[in-house]
């Protein structure tokens, strides 16, 4: 069945430095990439998305990269602050629209 | 800017209620849809909605739930025999085929 891993489950960082959570995907027809931020007891929050016709996609400090070949695709944050902490989750959608969604990345800036 | 919007906030119900949860979408997006997270865990697609018919449904999505769209403007979801399991906070989303937006959710506790 559909199924989408995300890894790692938590991360930490220093403020300042990068944030790279990876995401596999096993909808061969999947087709659209977004990421949602979440903070505790708020909304999912469309941050960044990618269709499968481009391979990366940035927005100031976050992009996100993709390859299709493989089924897998990451989030990178640079310069993070500690208003990125919150859990970021990745998810596929095929032409439905219906979203798979990944575990989850519990995401920790420290100061 | 326009946000999907979502009541009550917080439900609490004993085993065995109907419930329903009400969603006001994005008044031009066409596509609609429900999501549960449970406590902790990942967000679960349970039902879109198009054109005023269920378009996908997921497992979860059995013969208890049912959606409507009772007007030009709300979207609900009923649960009519609530078990303790259905515990979760409930998301409607609202969206084009592929970027969907989410509501604040409804959270929803079955005693």
């Known amino acids: 069945g559909e199924n989408v891993e995300q890894h790692p489950s938590t991360l930490s960082v220093q403020e300042g430095d990068s944030a790279v959570i990876k995401c596999t995907y096993s909808d061969s027809a999947s087709n659209y990439f977004p990421w949602y931020k979440q903070e505790l007891g708020k909304r999912p929050q469309l941050i960044i998305d990618?269709?499968?016709?481009?391979g990366e996609k940035k927005d100031q400090r976050i992009a996100v990269t993709l390859n299709k070949t493989a089924k897998h695709f990451s989030l990178h944050i640079t310069e993070t602050q500690p208003e990125d902490s919150a859990v970021y989750f990745c998810?596929?959608?095929?032409?439905?629209?219906?979203?798979?969604f990944g575990q989850g990345t519990t995401l920790q800036v420290k100061p | 800017e326009p946000e999907v919007t979502q009541t009550p906030s917080h439900q609490v119900t004993q085993m065995g209620q109907e419930v329903i949860l009400r969603c006001v979408p994005i008044?031009?997006?066409?596509?609609f849809y429900w999501y549960r997270q449970i406590l902790g865990q990942k967000v679960e697609f349970l039902v879109s909605f198009y054109n005023n018919e269920i378009s996908e449904k997921s497992e979860i999505f059995d013969d208890q739930f049912s959606v409507e769209r009772p007007d030009g403007s709300n979207f609900t979801l009923k649960i009519r025999s609530t078990k303790l399991e259905d515990s979760a906070m409930y998301f409607c989303?609202?969206?084009?085929?592929?970027?969907?937006?989410f509501g604040p959710g409804t959270r929803l506790t079955v005693l």
């Open positions: 989303a609202s969206g084009t085929t592929d970027t969907q937006y």
């Open positions: 990618i269709r499968s016709n481009v």
């Open positions: 008044s031009n997006h066409l596509y």
């Open positions: 998810a596929a959608s095929g032409n439905t629209g219906k979203l798979i």
